[in-house]
T-cell receptor, first 116, second 111 residues
Framework: NAGVMQNPRHLVRRRGQEARLRCSPM?????VYWYRQLPEEGLKFMVY????????ESGMPKERFSAEFPKEGPSILRIQQVVRGDSAAYFC??????????????FGSGTQLSVL | EDQVTQSPEALRLQEGESSSLNCSYT??????LFWYRQDPGKGPEFLFT???AGEEKEKERLKATLTKKESFLHITAPKPEDSATYLC????????????FGAGTQVVVTP
């Protein structure tokens, strides 16, 4: 009974490198969401995806960040040319939308990104 | 702009000492208000969804209530295992899957 799986749990990158964070949703879920939690701040929405589609990316920084959820395989959050300010916990969530809009989100354990 | 404010920021309770957490919100049409529990190093764990004013939900020692402007999470006779950060989030009527979270209330229950 696997929940939302994220890997890696911890990722260390030097400034200027790329970070790739992976998320496999719960079985049967076709909706994926990425949230970021900065130290001493609340969770902030980044992006909402369905298979092969970006539904809402209003929370994504305009540069260096991208997300995908391909037909096969996990969802990927990609951060290019990382900077120290990107250091945060990145959480993925998934839902099985009933189409009523009241999606219950199930969260993974997160990836802690540290930029040196 | 949608906004969620939680108070207090931190709460220290003796085992058995009941208390309430507050979540005040402003949102352009509420689709749902969510309560989550988050333990250190883990992702948020779903507790409740409330949809309309007057609604109440219970789970073990936790009870969530909702008015038009705020929600309360009541913890009755807490135990040390109830220690966690409790997060409140709202979903606006025109958003799909996008939750606006508060900063959370960190609860510590001592034996």
């Amino acid at each position: 009974n696997a929940g939302v799986m994220q890997n890696p749990r911890h990722l260390v990158r030097r400034r200027g490198q790329e970070a790739r964070l992976r998320c496999s949703p719960m079985k049967g879920h076709s909706h994926v969401y990425w949230y970021r939690q900065l130290p001493e701040e609340g969770l902030k929405f980044m992006v909402y995806l369905q298979k092969e589609n970006i539904i809402d990316e209003s929370g994504m920084p305009k540069e260096r960040f991208s997300a995908e959820f391909p037909k096969e395989g996990p969802s990927i959050l990609r951060i290019q040319q990382v900077v120290r300010g990107d250091s945060a916990a990145y959480f993925c969530a998934s839902s099985h939308s009933t189409g009523t809009g009241d999606e219950k989100l199930f969260f993974g354990s997160g990836t802690q990104l540290s930029v040196l | 702009e949608d906004q969620v404010t939680q108070s207090p920021e931190a709460l220290r309770l003796q085992e058995g000492e009941s208390s309430s957490l507050n979540c005040s919100y402003t949102v352009s049409g509420l689709r749902g208000l969510f309560w989550y529990r988050q333990d250190p190093g883990k992702g948020p764990e779903f507790l409740f969804t409330l949809y309309s004013a007057g609604e109440e939900k219970e789970k073990e020692r936790l009870k969530a209530t909702l008015t038009k402007k705020e929600s309360f999470l009541h913890i009755t006779a807490p135990k040390p295992e109830d220690s966690a950060t409790y997060l409140c989030a709202v979903q606006a009527a025109d958003s799909w899957g996008k939750l606006q979270f508060g900063a959370g209330t960190q609860v510590v229950v001592t034996p």
